[in-house]
């Protein structure tokens, strides 16, 4: 039976998650229905979804909090507080991609305790999520993530700036970062979404050990996952295809929005 209301979602960023996550709403989703966009370029936009303008209401980035019920952001981390604020002062359901960020402006959190928003993290890149929310139940002693990404997805990170690393005629594997989850969050803003949605998961983002390879060799961004607890000892790994638009994120980033949003009106959900 279709809802008689569906959730109304507004998309910060159509970048390539953005317009993958439109098309699909687009498409049809019963429950769901895109109803604006927060872009830089509306007739850019327009050619991917032509509705903008005729149903589709191209707003400010804070504008889309007053007429949706999910804000999906997909901005660049710097601009995530035009987003996350007025959609959680709001009590809207705030998707953020830019997960990374969370762990940077934590008063969000605390935030949406005082006025009713939800937070809702998609797995995105993340193979596992379930297991390390099932282990973080009981007593997880440890969590190791190893990043691989070609060295022009981890181009202009902050951390890479300030320490004057460069990945320039690379030839062989090469070591750029070993810390926690929380420090990579702010080294790698643009990099390490995976890793903060899997410290928040487990037992936190000073808990989380991270490492960041930049490897010539590779085409795909992979991700290992080892993790040590008191029900279980598992490990996980993914190789992830970057998007054309921008290399520093995974195609199946999209289809993981999709997936939280589709949980939300579906009458049957899989997962904890």
């Given at each position: 039976?279709?809802?008689?209301?569906?959730?109304?979602?507004?998309?910060?960023?159509?970048?390539?998650?953005?317009?993958?996550?439109?098309?699909?709403?687009?498409?049809?989703?019963?429950?769901?229905?895109?109803?604006?966009?927060?872009?830089?370029?509306?007739?850019?936009?327009?050619?991917?979804?032509?509705?903008?303008?005729?149903?589709?209401?191209?707003?400010?980035?804070?504008?889309?909090?007053?007429?949706?019920?999910?804000?999906?952001?997909?901005?660049?981390?710097?601009?995530?507080?035009?987003?996350?604020?007025?959609?959680?002062?709001?009590?809207?359901?705030?998707?953020?991609?830019?997960?990374?960020?969370?762990?940077?402006?934590?008063?969000?959190?605390?935030?949406?305790?005082?006025?009713?928003?939800?937070?809702?993290?998609?797995?995105?890149?993340?193979?596992?999520?379930?297991?390390v929310r099932a282990a973080a139940?009981g007593e997880i002693q440890s969590?190791?993530?190893?990043?691989?990404?070609?060295?022009?997805?981890?181009?202009?990170?902050?951390?890479?700036?300030?320490?004057?690393?460069?990945?320039?005629?690379?030839?062989?594997?090469?070591?750029?970062?070993?810390?926690?989850?929380?420090?990579?969050?702010?080294?790698?803003?643009?990099?390490?979404?995976?890793?903060?949605?899997?410290?928040?998961?487990?037992?936190?983002?000073?808990?989380?050990?991270?490492?960041?390879?930049?490897?010539?060799?590779?085409?795909?961004?992979?991700?290992?996952?080892?993790?040590?607890?008191?029900?279980?000892?598992?490990?996980?790994?993914?190789?992830?295809?970057?998007?054309?638009?921008?290399?520093?994120?995974?195609?199946?980033?999209?289809?993981?929005?999709?997936?939280?949003?589709?949980?939300?009106?579906?009458?049957?959900?899989?997962?904890?």
């Amino acid at each position: 039976m279709s809802r008689a209301k569906p959730l109304l979602v507004g998309l910060a960023g159509m970048g390539g998650v953005g317009i993958g996550v439109a098309k699909r709403l687009e498409a049809g989703i019963d429950g769901l229905r895109l109803r604006a966009v927060s872009v830089r370029d509306v007739e850019k936009a327009k050619r991917t979804v032509p509705r903008i303008g005729n149903g589709v209401d191209a707003v400010t980035p804070a504008e889309l909090a007053e007429t949706c019920d999910i804000v999906l952001e997909g901005l660049p981390p710097k601009m995530f507080r035009e987003v996350a604020v007025p959609a959680i002062e709001a009590g809207r359901i705030f998707m953020p991609l830019s997960v990374g960020q969370l762990l940077v402006h934590w008063d969000l959190v605390d935030r949406a305790r005082e006025t009713g928003a939800r937070i809702l993290v998609p797995t995105g890149a993340l193979i596992g999520l379930d297991a390390v929310r099932a282990a973080a139940e009981g007593e997880i002693q440890s969590v190791t993530m190893i990043t691989r990404k070609p060295p022009g997805g981890l181009e202009g990170a902050p951390y890479l700036v300030e320490n004057g690393i460069s990945l320039v005629g690379l030839n062989a594997p090469k070591k750029v970062f070993d810390g926690t989850a929380r420090e990579g969050a702010r080294g790698f803003p643009a990099n390490v979404n995976v890793a903060a949605a899997l410290s928040l998961a487990g037992i936190g983002p000073d808990r989380t050990r991270l490492e960041i390879w930049a490897d010539p060799a590779l085409d795909r961004n992979t991700h290992r996952i080892e993790v040590e607890a008191d029900v279980a000892r598992f490990s996980m790994a993914i190789q992830g295809v970057p998007t054309e638009e921008n290399p520093r994120t995974g195609k199946i980033t999209a289809l993981s929005a999709i997936a939280a949003l589709r949980g939300l009106v579906s009458t049957l959900t899989v997962g904890t």
